[in-house]
């Protein structure tokens, strides 16, 4: 806090001037050494741009009132929000920017610019690679930036640069970005490189490659400028500063995919030169600019390399002044000021003060507007500023001298500051101190006045750890030795509060230089400190769980590995996932997840060993490191995680059960980077994750290819078996165990692979859902179900289908409208067809399920809820929905007989839906004891392997003509 070095200078000058109060030391030989003292400060504060963040606002405001104009040579292909959503996720195949530049080049194209960085290969699709660099030596005037980078190990500097195949024929430029002091882009370097500034920027490089007429005007490539302490250093050279166009979003700016494929948005960009970059939310660089404070938003990178190139190619370059020159100059504006003053004999007035103040910033915009060259005016207006006190030195001084002896004696102004104030005498015997040393000290002046300093203070620096009569010694030094420099220091209040303090300290003298005492200024900055400590904290551990967090994690991970490098040890990770998680969050709210997660990370935290380290890398997934484990007990470990997850949570009154996917992988053995180690022990838990969780599984180099491709060959059949229609759908039918009949049927799919056989809808519904299929696969069922409903109504059978519903569909809008053209296509009457959908469902969009429900149910169409019992808000669901049938889910008729909970809970099931009038449909049937149960509890819907398993339309016919012989039902009284 400077407020503190300023109270202790102010109050130990106001006490000598106390002391010379009656003396004159105006006379000519002291005004020429002021104004000498005025000069070089002036000459020092312009050359040390003390002031640089005012002239920055003056900079800004000049700026603001001569913008260039627009300039319709230059158009900008945004990567915008559009695009992305047109084109598909980023970053995208390196064909699209082939076919881009081939665009471009029919239209004549002078030259584009990409500000994308392009420095690997894409290693799912070389062929893009070799498209793109083609594309770029078939145009032959096309720049790509190179730009600094910083490696891992400290103040060490790289470059990003293209691929040796795209640089071969392309431009390059730096795309190096200077930010000023506050924040704000106002200048750009022309040359920049790794130890000699090599590279143009990259409008530069593109000005040179269409070899454009206009010459820029000279520019100083001698000051170079370094960013780095190492020996590899980024130097610049030639920097100027940038005149903004008119205002943000000034260039003209047309979207990617519409360059890609609207021939009309093409055609506008003849004779234009182009610049490609991003826009789209979240992703590319923004900058402030002297812009921003205009239009409340920051300019994109791509937006401020057009401005370059438009300064640039107009030859509007403003010059900044060296220092040198800066100071000689502002040194010289205060001088003749000072000259016209005397030549004048007037005094300096406060409007004559603002007339030279007015015309020091007049002759900085002149300059700027007519010369292109900023000098800046902040050290003139300050040397102006210091021109008032000496040229009215005796009437200010005499002013001073009154105001403040007034103002010591009754102490109001020292007593109005919230800082500490304590004045001693040359023996360091307290004799004043404010309130606000009352209220840190907690205590009274009463019990300070008259004690040594030491006595009543207990000072010892934070970082220091020597002893308290040591300190007590050392702080005596300081009030002994006058320091303009703050110390913070730790303090015991007479209360035993331990404070943070920071303390200034300033001595006064007499006319013969003898010490008369001290001044010392102490602030209380405990709040300070400790807001500082939680922010650090809040950067390195999850608030949540209070786990280090996804950096932590790898900052701590590095330096395990550093110590692993000297002792030779293995670090293990392991890379934790809740299996299910989603459901817990859906089902019982994210207040509960949040309860979950904290239960888990206190659980994983207790097993730990000394020296191990758990962090939460993010969502459900925590990664625990360890040291001290060999290859034969890492799977112990790994157990026992399991274990521990999987016991009993207790939730809102609830016991709630989950499971965990851990993957491992070791250092150095799986990478020799903590980002790699831990991605691929991520790698691995996913796998264990595809083979249904609740186990642990080692990286594999060749297990993770041959999952990879698995995977992708997966999806592209299930994409083609979709697409041709190879998904096969089988009906299985729900008796009526009173008429021994079929009166219902449900629609089940299964996919005959050719080489895995039959595939049942858990191995590829949630692929389907992934790769976005599930909505024309869930159409296709649903018109094969009402197609073959219509052929056996026709036949003489008053069959109703039941088909199941997927979540993803049931967000859909257009839903009702595809069911009820689905309807009218295969003549199906609205009530032979039922809707099945499980809670899940439902529960995750509750108003947006329950709109497009009661649509569906204005279409006469019957409404299911499957798996009935199984979820948390069940009730509240048959409350709320339009249901007409509820369906027992199989884990409770399965030990029907055996155990007589599920028994009970079954009856309960029964008799609900028979108080709501709701069909009950019982799932999982397999023996005639099951069968005489259900029955004889008024269950005579039923459903399962004891009547019929799925099967096709031709054997369900057959079935359906002989279905009085198919239940060999016994008496089930």
């Not at 993770?704 to 089988?730: F, G, M, Y």
Request: some cysteine.
């Amino acid at each position: 806090m400077v407020y503190v070095i300023d109270v202790a200078t102010i109050t130990s000058a106001f006490v000598m001037t106390s002391l010379f109060a009656d003396k004159s030391y105006y006379t000519d030989k002291n005004f020429v050494a002021c104004a000498v003292f005025i000069l070089f400060a002036v000459a020092f504060i312009s050359y040390e741009k003390l002031l640089e963040r005012f002239d920055f606002i003056v900079y800004d405001k000049l700026i603001s009132f001569q913008h260039p104009s627009y300039d319709s040579r230059i158009a900008i292909i945004t990567i915008d929000d559009n695009s992305l959503k047109a084109l598909g996720q980023w970053p995208w195949s390196r064909a699209l920017h082939a076919r881009l530049i081939d665009r471009l080049r029919t239209i004549d194209n002078k030259a584009v610019v990409f500000d994308l960085l392009f420095t690997e290969q894409q290693e799912s699709n070389a062929a893009a690679d070799r498209l793109f660099a083609e594309a770029i030596a078939r145009h032959g005037h096309v720049v790509l930036p190179v730009a600094p980078i910083s490696e891992s190990a400290p103040y060490a500097i790289d470059f990003a640069q293209p691929l040796p195949m795209f640089s071969e024929h392309a431009k390059l430029g730096h795309a190096d970005v200077e930010l000023d002091k506050d924040g704000v882009v106002r200048r750009v370097f022309l040359y920049a490189g790794i130890d000699s500034p090599a590279w143009p920027t990259l409008s530069l490089a593109l000005l040179n490659d269409i070899k454009t007429k206009k010459q820029l005007s000279d520019v100083d490539h001698d000051e170079i400028k370094s960013l780095s302490d190492s020996d590899k250093l980024w130097t610049r050279s030639a920097e100027v500063l940038i005149p903004y166009v008119t205002e943000l979003g000034a260039f003209q700016q047309v979207s990617y995919a519409q360059v890609l494929f609207n021939d009309a948005v093409l055609q506008r960009l003849r004779n234009k030169v182009i610049f490609v970059g991003i826009t789209g939310t979240g992703l590319g660089a923004r900058f402030s600019t002297p812009l921003t404070s205009i239009d409340h938003r920051l300019m994109t990178g791509i937006e401020w390399h057009a401005n370059v190139y438009s300064m640039l190619s107009e030859n509007h370059i403003i010059k900044p002044l060296s220092n040198s020159t800066m100071a000689l100059l502002s040194a010289f504006c205060v001088g003749i000021f000072l000259l016209l003053l005397i030549q004048q004999k007037r005094q300096l007035t406060i409007f004559v003060l603002f007339g030279l103040f007015a015309l020091a910033l007049l002759m900085s915009g002149v300059l700027l507007k007519f010369a292109h060259i900023w000098m800046p005016p902040s050290a003139i207006l300050v040397g102006t500023l210091f021109l008032y006190p000496l040229e009215n030195w005796q009437r200010i001084n005499r002013f001073v001298s009154i105001f403040w002896i007034n103002k010591i004696r009754t102490s109001a102004a020292l007593e109005s500051i919230g800082d500490g104030v304590i004045i001693t005498d040359n023996a360091n015997t307290i004799i004043y101190a404010n309130k606000g040393v009352e209220k840190i000290l907690q205590t009274q002046f009463s019990e300070l006045n008259g004690k040594m300093l030491h006595e009543i203070l207990s000072f010892y620096p934070i970082s220091d750890l020597v002893s308290v009569p040591r300190l007590k010694e050392n702080f005596s030094a300081l009030a002994i030795k006058s320091t303009k420099t703050p110390v913070e220091y730790n303090i015991k209040t007479s209360h035993g509060d331990e404070l943070t303090v920071r303390v200034v300290c300033n001595e006064f003298y007499d006319e013969k230089n003898t010490k008369m005492g001290s001044v010392i200024a102490m602030t209380d900055i405990t709040d300070t400190i400790e807001l500082a400590k939680r922010v650090a904290h809040h950067k390195s551990y999850d608030d949540l769980t209070e786990l280090p967090n996804r950096f932590q994690l790898l900052t701590q991970f590095d330096r395990m590995i550093t110590a692993a490098e000297r002792t030779n040890r293995v670090i293990t990770v392991f890379f934790i996932a809740l299996d299910g998680f989603k459901k817990i969050n859906d089902a019982m709210g994210h207040h509960a997840g949040d309860k979950l997660l904290k239960m888990v990370s206190a659980r994983l935290f207790e097993t730990l060993q000394k020296g191990d380290i758990v962090g939460r890398w993010g969502g459900d997934e925590f990664v625990l490191l360890s040291e001290h484990l060999s290859k034969d007990t890492v799977f112990e470990m790994a157990q026992r995680i399991l274990e521990v997850v999987r016991h009993r949570f207790e939730i809102d009154d609830l016991d709630v059960f989950v499971s965990a996917s851990i993957g491992i992988s070791f250092y150095p053995d799986n990478g020799l980077s903590s980002e790699i180690v831990v991605k691929r022990a991520g790698t691995a838990m996913y796998r264990v994750k595809q083979d249904g969780g609740n186990l642990y599984g080692l990286y594999s180099q060749e297990l993770s290819a041959d999952w990879t491709r698995e995977q992708i060959t997966l999806e592209k059949e299930l994409r083609t078996a979709i697409k041709q229609r190879e998904l096969q759908v089988l009906f299985q039918p729900i008796f009526n165990v009173r008429s021994h009949s079929i009166s219902r049927i449900e629609a089940l799919v299964r996919w005959p692979h050719p080489n895995r056989g039959y595939l049942s809808p858990s191995s590829f519904i949630p692929l389907a859902e992934k790769i976005r299929q599930i909505e024309p696969l869930g159409e296709m069922v649903l018109k094969e179900s009402c197609e073959v409903a219509s052929k056996l109504i026709n036949l003489g059978y008053p069959i109703k289908v039941s088909v199941n519903l997927n979540p993803r569909q049931l967000v859909n809008r257009n839903l009702p409208q595809m069911i009820a053209q689905i309807l009218r296509e295969t003549s199906l009457p609205p009530q032979s067809l039922a809707l099945e959908m499980t809670e899940t469902a439902i529960v995750n969009d509750m108003e947006r399920a329950s709109s497009v429900l009661n649509e569906i149910k204005k279409l006469n169409i019957t409404i299911a809820l499957d798996d009935f019992g199984t979820g948390y808000s069940s009730l509240t669901l048959l409350r709320e929905l339009p249901i007409d049938i509820i369906k027992i889910d199989k884990s409770f008729v399965h030990k029907l007989g055996e155990n007589p909970n599920d028994l009970k809970i079954v009856q309960a099931i029964i008799g609900l839906g028979e108080n709501l009038g709701l069909i009950v449909i019982a799932e999982g049937v397999e023996t005639e004891e099951q069968v005489n149960l259900l029955t004889k509890y008024g269950c005579i819907y039923q459903q399962g392997y004891y009547f019929s398993r799925p099967i096709s339309y031709m054997a369900l016919y057959e079935l359906m003509k002989n279905s009085q012989d198919v239940i060999p039902l016994r008496n089930s009284s």
